[in-house]
């Protein structure tokens, strides 16, 4: 095995060389613990049939880890400054592809047609905060060819991925990761594993995405729909909410049948319905509204 990027020293060596500042909003914070590295290749399970794709590299601490591991690693850096730091620190790798973008802005499908033919890849990284909601969001809701996913996020986020009807963390984000994946907390990992210090604790958490889903709405789009409209305003009932906010063309008396019709009191709030009392609701509201 080659020398590893991720001890401190090395981390803080290569930092200085290249003259390299950490941005904040750019979420920079690099691990530095290559027990927590091995750990997450673990956890996501990579072997050498895998085609492996790496948010935000930093300076190759994870993507070193990865590529002596995978069949491929893709890894998509948004900060131009890291680019000919990785084509250093990486440059015993040929099975990695550096890409200088902006993962929100890719187009995943293509990498997954270009790398793997088609086939499921595994999503792996050490996530920027800022983008954890709208990149999980985007693999999950537009069922992005991926097999598993295993990322580092705050503790607090991994917490939600995982929360339940009249938990306070119960929100969009739990309803789309557990209808879609079965979710598995890893480990949780101090702010002292990172350069710099983040200002809370981090988790690691797999989500393997399920062949066949547990709970099945006919119309989708309608669910998470009305999952959104009901979170959205989490303190208003969820017939005001799906009024106010629904665009669904219905009255509220016409909401409120729909509600009582399944056996909800019109006062309910969103966070008191499970996946299932959302996907009935969902149903229920498509058939309504044909
Ligand atoms: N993987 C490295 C590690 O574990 O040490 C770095 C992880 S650091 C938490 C997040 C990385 O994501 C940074 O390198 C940052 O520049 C990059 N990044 C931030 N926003 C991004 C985006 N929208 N698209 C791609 N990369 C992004």
Do not use: W
């Amino acid at each position: 095995m080659a020398e590893r990027i991720s001890t401190p020293s090395r981390t803080k060596e290569i930092i200085e060389e290249n003259g390299f500042y950490f941005k904040k909003n750019f979420g920079q914070n690099f691990l530095i613990d290559s027990n927590i590295l091995d750990r997450i290749a673990d956890c996501a399970g990579v072997t050498s049939e895998d085609c492996v794709l790496e948010v935000g590299p930093g300076i190759g601490s994870l993507t070193q880890v990865l590529a002596e591991r995978a069949g491929s690693v893709t890894a998509v850096e948004i900060d131009s400054n890291l680019i000919p730091i990785l084509a250093k620190t990486l440059a015993d790798y040929d099975n990695i592809e550096v890409l200088n973008q902006d993962i929100l802005k890719t187009d995943i499908d293509a990498i997954i047609h270009e790398k793997n033919q088609d086939r499921p890849i595994k999503v792996v990284a050490n996530l920027p905060y800022y983008i954890t909601t709208p990149i999980i969001m985007d693999l999950l809701e537009n069922e992005r060819k991926v097999d598993s996913i295993t990322v580092m996020v705050q503790k607090e986020v991994a917490e939600r991925m995982q929360a339940g009807p009249g938990d306070k963390e119960y929100g969009a984000l739990s309803i789309a990761v557990q209808y879609y994946c079965d979710a598995h907390l890893d480990m949780i990992v101090p702010p002292s594993c990172f350069m710099p210090r983040p200002k809370v604790a981090s988790a690691v958490i797999t989500l393997k995405v399920l062949p066949q889903r547990k709970v099945a709405a006919k119309d989708e789009k309608m669910l998470f729909h009305i999952v959104k409209c009901a979170f959205g305003q989490r303190r208003k009932t969820l017939l005001n909410c799906l009024y106010n906010q629904g665009g669904l063309n219905l009255s509220k008396e016409e909401l409120a049948e729909v509600l009582t019709s399944l056996g909800f009191d019109e006062r309910i709030r969103g966070e008191a319905l499970s996946i299932e009392d959302f996907a009935r609701l969902s149903d229920a509201l498509s058939q309504k509204t044909q």
